[in-house]
Structure formats: C-alpha cells, structure tokens
C-alpha cells in the first residue's frame, strides 16, 4: 500500500515529537558525564581501607573505591558510553564538599559521615558503612575511655565527626583537653605515635587501619564508649534525583548479590596493600542491618 507524502510526513512529525516520552532527557550530572565522556572521582590518600593511595601514586584503592568502580559500570550502562573515562581528584576532609558543590569532583565514596549538617549542602547516597567514634592510644597510656582524657591533648583529624564531637565534650564537660586538629588521618596518628598526644579520636574502623600500619602494632589499643555511631555515604552534588538513582541502584544491587560480602574480606578481613597489613575487622551487626536494607538516611535519623 502506498502511502501519501503529507501522510507520510505527519507520521513522521509525530513520532518526532513523541521521541521524549520514550527517550529519557539527560540533565545534571548525567548530562555533564554523556557529554564529557568522563566522569570525576573523590578520592582519599589515606583513608586505608577506604580509599587510599597504594603503591602507584595515580591509582587509589580501597573498599570505598571498589563501591565507585561498581556505580561507574552502571553509568557506562545508563549512558551508552562503554568507554567512558574516569577522572581522579584527590580530596582531603575540608576539601571534599566543597568539590563536589562546585562541580569538580561528581562522586566522593570515601570515609565521610551523612549527617544532617552535611546534608545541608550535599546529597548522600544509601549506606556504605557504619562506625562508632572511638580512641586510638597506647596499651600503656592508661586511657580507657573518654573520661580519661581530661587535662591531656587529644587529636583528631580537621572537619570530621569526631573533630565536632570532641570540641563539644571539651566545652560541656569542662575537661580541659588540650585539642589537636591534625590535616588528615596519617597526621593525625603520627601526633599520637609521637607522643605529642595521648589520644586519637576517630572512627572505629578508621583506628584499625592506622594501628595495622603502626611500626609496633601490638602496643596500640582501640578504647573507649562509642560517642556516636555513624552511616558513611557516597556524596554528590545537592538535588539531582537521576544521578542519586543511578549511584543508589549500583550500591544497592552489589548489596543484594553478595558481591559485598567478597569487597568486604578483601579489605577488613584480608592483608591489604601497600603493606599487606591485616585490620581483623569483622563486619558489624549495624553494618549487616545497613546491607539489608540500605538506607540514604544519617544515623541522626534512624
């Protein structure tokens, strides 16, 4: 059968104009990566095991990058790019939010803390961990908990949790710390190995990694009454649904396979590079509920 011309032309139109309702608009974060074709990474220099440089200076690794790897692979999908290229951008913890709000960095999967200050001003993907804030000291030091440490100095590392916290303890309970805020984690653990600290304040996980990494591991002891326990997330830039879609999908569906379970040996349970130092870190019971049912919600809101 033939077809008339302004018929033909018509159809023709139509379906042209029908297009978006079947062909998804890109917008945001999406939009910037498929016209790019990269997509730039947060990452950390020593966060082990979260995201850390190992031996090759350009590449970071860790639990928290191998969760980025596995978000990257479902842009790839999403967008129809299979070759799309990955950017990293080193952050520290006052840096961090900062990059991802003006757009240099569009994912930061590290050791960060979703609270409700955070949320202000960035967007936080479901779970990725769970903590308590705790204390790093000597076996020797005879600090058993955070009563202990009145009239002492205490570090901790600059824009954290844990910073926040120990400044608010300080203040309301008149203890009289002397309060170190240190640029990053291996700073912060050096002040303590040091000895110009007696403590270091900071997530518990955290603390296993830099006691692994310690000259004399045997003589360093994890202390103390969690002070509050806390969610790390993704982030990424504030109010951008679709891009929250994709990275939330990627984290959740690792979660549901079991593939977690395999990411999660190989950096708390395994020697980790560069080296090979073993944190013994069982999974918690908080962090099994969190695999069960992932949550972009702060620990503020559970």
Not at 144 to 165: H, I, Y
Not at 218 to 224: A, I, Q, S
Not at 246 to 251: K, S
Request: hydrophobic residues 40%; aromatic residues 6%.
């Amino acid at each position: 059968m033939r077809i008339a011309p302004r018929l033909l032309s018509s159809a023709i139109a139509i379906a042209l104009l029908s297009a978006p309702a079947f062909a998804e608009e890109l917008s945001g974060t999406l939009k910037k990566i498929k016209e790019s074709g990269t997509v730039t990474l947060g990452h950390r220099d020593s966060s082990i095991p979260f995201s850390y440089l190992g031996t090759d200076p350009r590449q970071p690794i860790g639990y928290a990058h191998d969760l980025q790897m596995k978000v990257v692979e479902a842009l790839k999908q999403k967008l129809g790019v299979p070759e799309l290229k990955v950017r990293y951008n080193l952050v520290t913890s006052q840096t961090r939010i900062p990059l991802v709000q003006n757009g240099t960095v569009d994912l930061e999967c590290g050791s960060t803390t979703n609270n409700l200050e955070r949320q202000k001003q960035v967007d936080f993907s479901v779970g990725i961990f769970e903590v308590g804030t705790r204390l790093l000291t000597k076996k020797t030091s005879g600090i058993a908990d955070f009563a202990d440490l009145k009239g002492k100095n205490v570090v901790t590392t600059a824009g954290t949790t844990s910073e926040r916290l120990l400044k608010a303890m300080n203040a309301d309970k008149q203890m009289g710390m002397n309060i170190i805020s240190a640029k990053d984690h291996g700073e912060s653990f050096l002040m303590l190995e040091s000895g110009r600290a007696v403590a270091f304040m900071m997530d518990d996980v955290l603390l296993y990694g830099e006691m692994a990494k310690a000259r004399k591991p045997d003589e360093w002891t994890v202390v103390g009454t969690p002070q509050s326990y806390e969610i790390y997330g993704c982030m990424l830039r504030k109010g951008d649904p679709a891009f929250k879609q994709v990275v939330d999908d990627a984290i959740a569906a690792t979660f549901k396979s079991g593939e977690i379970n395999a990411i999660y040996d190989k950096w708390f349970l395994q020697p980790v590079p560069p080296k090979n130092l073993n944190l013994n870190f069982p999974m918690s019971e908080q962090f099994k509920k969190l695999i069960a049912e992932p949550t972009d919600k702060s620990a503020e809101q559970l």
